[in-house]
């Protein structure tokens, strides 16, 4: 079972930046293309980012693109989430997640519903 721990969220102004990390378990772990959602109170959850299983993929949301870099280090067991220039409208909550698979590809992921485990979430909120 892959469990997934997120931290580093907080309360910053417009213009700071915050590191997100996601903690995962699992042997398998290096396997999995990871994502990065978000959801404000009253809005459906979107897509933030993702990476595929050994970093060389990524994908981002036209909302934070340029602004925000996901990485990994799977020796660690470890996905994050570099926010900069931060917004008002970024304040949400962020969740990590892992598609399980065994299948290595260059391959990203924007829709939550192929994700198979999800973290608890962390709070980011910016004010203007």
């Known amino acids: 079972q892959v469990q997934l721990v997120e931290s580093g969220g907080g309360l910053v102004q417009a213009g700071a930046s915050l590191k997100l990390t996601c903690a995962a378990s699992g042997r398998t772990f290096s396997s999995y293309p990871m994502g990065w959602f978000r959801q404000a109170p009253g809005k459906e959850r979107e897509f933030v980012a993702a990476?595929?299983?050994?970093?060389?993929?990524?994908g981002y949301a036209d909302a934070v693109k340029g602004r925000f870099t996901i990485s990994r280090d799977n020796a660690k067991n470890t996905v994050y989430l570099q926010m900069n220039s931060l917004k008002p409208e970024d304040t949400a909550v962020y969740y990590c997640?892992?598609?399980?698979?065994?299948?290595?590809?260059?391959?990203?992921?924007?829709?939550?519903?192929?994700?198979?485990?999800w973290g608890q979430g962390t709070q980011v909120t910016v004010s203007s």
């Open positions: 990476i595929n299983w050994s970093g060389s993929s990524t």
């Open positions: 997640a892992a598609r399980q698979t065994s299948t290595r590809s260059s391959t990203t992921h924007s829709r939550g519903s192929l994700y198979d485990h």
